[in-house]
């Protein structure tokens, strides 16, 4: 492991040399890279001068008993050592699952698609809900959440809601909710005290940026229209909305939550390049044969991944059977439970598989 380290210090020392040269500030793309890389190793190298400091501790805590012929001084040597040996594994193990190769989009942006299901209205009150809770995990983490499009629902919440998350490591941590969520509940309709399911789906895209994915504007229609639903004075009299078709693929998104034409037209832009990105990055994986089917991630979008009982206050992730009873807290944001077991249960996988 010592080798391998060192193997990325003076990596990581290298692309800091490259990223002062003229040529990699010259070239957008080149120069981004080596800071995605440089700022992934860094975090390895941090752990590994920790790392170093503890081994250098040790030895001279080993020293002091072997030279050292006054006994206080031994023993406190010794007591030094009993606490240094399980940092110095609680630290090891830190290392390797940093160590694991991560999934490259995982420091993107993202951009999450919510839709209601089968439930009806009660469907899109709970994509309303499901929408709620992940912008109080983005307040809570930091992170910047942006409305791109939305249709409500009749009776509140939405029929269809997408948004942009922006912020530190939003998609490695935000990829594991995609796929259908279920709510059973008594709805607030209904008069016999019946309790129903509904279901919305969850769908988190990698933001993709213009030096991922190259795309032919030729090849992308625009089609303006009016704005419909809440929006000031100009909607339904401005053609400030707007829809992108990718020709080639029948890929579509489109925005019209701002009132500038402008700023719709980049946000669709954002939206579309990230559908289109999915569906090849889905069929290179195929072709590759590396399309690896993980119990928490990978998997078909239209997978049941969790389930929130309000009579019980229990929230349940089908794909680790990881249960906690504080569905109120779940709602409000605090997901972070569900995050940490599903990133321990993919490494877990990852090592096994030895991809480590």
Known sequence: MLDKLEAIKERFDEVNQLLQQPESMSDMKKYKSLNKEYKDLEKIVIEYKKYQNLLGNIDNAKQVIATEKDEEFREMAKEELDELYPQLEELEEVIKNLLIPKDPDDSKNIIIEIRAGAGGDEASIFAGDLHRMYSRLAEKQGWRMELIDAQEGTSGGYKEIISSISGEDVYGKMKFESGVHRVQRVPATETQGRIHT???????????????????????????????????????????????THLPTGIMAQCQDQKSQIKNYEKALKVLRSRIYEVELAKKNEEMGAQRKSMVGGGDRSDKIRTYNYPQGRVTDHRIGYTVYNLPSVMDGQIDDFIEELRIAENAERLKEGVA
């Open 198 to 244: 509904s279901v919305a789906s969850v769908v988190v895209l990698p933001e993709v940026e213009e030096f991922d994915i190259e795309l032919d504007m030729n090849e992308i229609r625009k089609d303006l229209f009016c704005a419909s639903g809440p929006g000031g004075q100009s909607v339904n009299t401005t053609y400030s909305a707007v829809r992108l």
